[in-house]
């Protein structure tokens, strides 16, 4: 199974900004697409965004578009996902995942990190 760790997250205003990082560990992350997903207490957990193995192609929940921004660098072997204009409603653990491709479910990939928290509070 493939190793991502999460990192960036914490605590901001609403209105503030955060960038995410996923990195990959003892393998390369460009032959991958890579996916972060959001889950809320109670709630279950929801696609944010998805980027190709290339980073030519990527999606977004409609929620989050035209505030979060997913990209990747290949020579870092990271994924980031920078959020802006942070909602209290943003609040949730964020995951990064990375199969063969963007599939629109949980289910799609199969390997995960362990999660960072958001929390968008004043």
């Known amino acids: 199974q493939l190793q991502l760790v999460e990192s960036g997250g914490g605590l901001v205003q609403p209105g503030g900004s955060l960038r995410l990082s996923c990195a990959a560990s003892?393998?390369?992350?460009?032959?991958?697409?890579t996916g972060w997903f959001r889950q809320a207490p109670g709630k279950e957990r929801e696609g944010v965004s998805c980027i190709s193995s290339s980073g030519g192609s990527t999606n977004y929940t409609d929620s989050v578009k035209g505030r979060f921004t997913i990209s990747r660098d290949n020579a870092k072997n990271t994924v980031y996902l920078q959020m802006n204009s942070l909602k209290p409603e943003d609040t949730a653990v964020y995951y990064c995942?990375?199969?063969?491709?963007?599939?629109?479910?949980?289910?799609?990939?199969?390997?995960w990190g362990q999660g960072t928290q958001v929390t968008v509070s004043s």
């Open positions: 003892g393998f390369t992350l460009d032959y991958y697409a």
């Open positions: 995942a990375a199969d063969l491709y963007c599939g629109s479910s949980p289910d799609d990939f199969h390997s």
